[in-house]
């Protein structure tokens, strides 16, 4: 049975940083996608960003690129969200969720995919 364990986040300032983490267990991480969403109050969940299983490729929602950064360490089968000069409107429960498919790539996105999900941290941006 697959486990995403996240970490990290709570609140920062507007152009603050935080570090959201995620932890899987009971997978060869190695072989899967990961990705992070995000929902705010009375919003749709939406992909923030994705990297595919080898780490060499990402992707990012428009509002979110020049400011996050993606990356896995497949050792420890984790996964980071690195969020710097963060937004009010970044406010929003962040998930953790790694892809069911093997080797699929980022670039192949749609709502009907399935993910083994974290969680959920909150993060909250204040101006």
């Known amino acids: 049975q697959v486990q995403v364990v996240e970490s990290g986040g709570g609140s920062a300032q507007a152009g603050g940083s935080l570090r959201l983490s995620c932890t899987v267990y009971?997978?060869?991480?190695?072989?899967?996608?990961g990705s992070w969403f995000r929902q705010a109050p009375g919003k749709e969940r939406e992909r923030v960003s994705c990297?595919?299983?080898?780490?060499?490729?990402?992707h990012f929602v428009d509002s979110v690129k020049g400011r996050f950064t993606i990356s896995r360490d497949n050792a420890k089968n984790t996964l980071y969200l690195q969020m710097n000069d963060l937004k009010p409107e970044d406010t929003a429960m962040y998930y953790c969720?790694?892809?069911?498919?093997?080797?699929?790539?980022?670039?192949?996105?749609?709502?009907?995919?399935?993910?083994?999900w974290g969680q959920g941290t909150q993060v909250t941006v204040s101006s």
């Open positions: 969720a790694v892809d069911t498919a093997r080797r699929r790539s980022c670039s192949a996105y749609s709502s009907s995919f399935t993910y083994s």
């Open positions: 009971g997978l060869d991480f190695d072989d899967y996608g």
């Open positions: 990297i595919g299983y080898t780490g060499a490729s990402a």
